[in-house]
């Protein structure tokens, strides 16, 4: 009887250990719901005077500083996506994420813009060329992926350069960045 009452309570402590292994909270899967909300027509404006400019968003966009102390501005359900992994959940194969984003860079005086562009983006530069809107000059950088596209120029009144960025996991256009450039505008003018 007591061999018994041993093999019964090994069972049990067996079995509470097994218990307390097992997850106490169920895996969130991070995954698009499938309902696509087209961008807003109407835009607000974001000033990003750390970056001496505003931008024009759609309304229903969301903004996320990150790390870098970069901005990203997402579509609603990207920002969703990225928000419940930030949380804890698992990501699924997400494909059709588009993301712009603007940063300040160091501008390492000693170079001029085009060497420091030889030098930052050397592993995925397909070409680069010149570009001027009504606002700033700068370069415009074409990745070797097709996936990215940057513009990096001066800001007046900065030390640091501007690149404004475009990157999706599916093929950018020089449209999209040029639309992306349009919307933004010096806070001194």
């Known amino acids: 009887m007591k061999f018994l009452s041993i093999i019964t309570l090994f069972s049990s402590i067996s079995l509470f250990v097994s218990f307390l292994s097992q997850p106490s909270f169920a895996e969130v899967l991070c995954e698009i719901d499938g309902n696509y909300e087209s961008p807003s027509p109407t835009y607000r404006r974001l000033n990003l005077e750390g970056f001496g400019i505003s931008v024009d968003i759609p309304e229903n966009y969301r903004v996320m500083l990150k790390q870098d102390r970069s901005v990203e501005i997402l579509h609603p359900n990207d920002y969703q996506f990225l ?7 698992i990501a699924q194969y997400h494909t059709g994420r588009y993301s712009e984003s603007i940063r300040l860079i160091e501008n390492n005086q000693s170079e001029g813009l085009k060497e420091l562009i030889l030098d ?27 996936y990215s596209m940057t513009f990096l120029g001066t800001i007046p009144d900065k030390s640091k350069l501007l690149e404004v960025s475009i990157r999706c996991d599916c093929e950018v256009e020089l449209q999209d960045l040029t639309n992306f450039l349009s919307r933004i505008t010096l806070l001194n003018q």
């Not at 592993?123 to 950088?141: A, H, V």
């Open 120 to 146: 930052i983006y050397h592993g995925d530069l397909k070409t680069y060329f010149f570009y001027k809107n009504s606002r700033n000059p700068g370069y415009i950088i074409v990745s070797e992926s097709g």
């Open 83 to 89: 928000e419940c992994i930030a949380n804890g959940g």
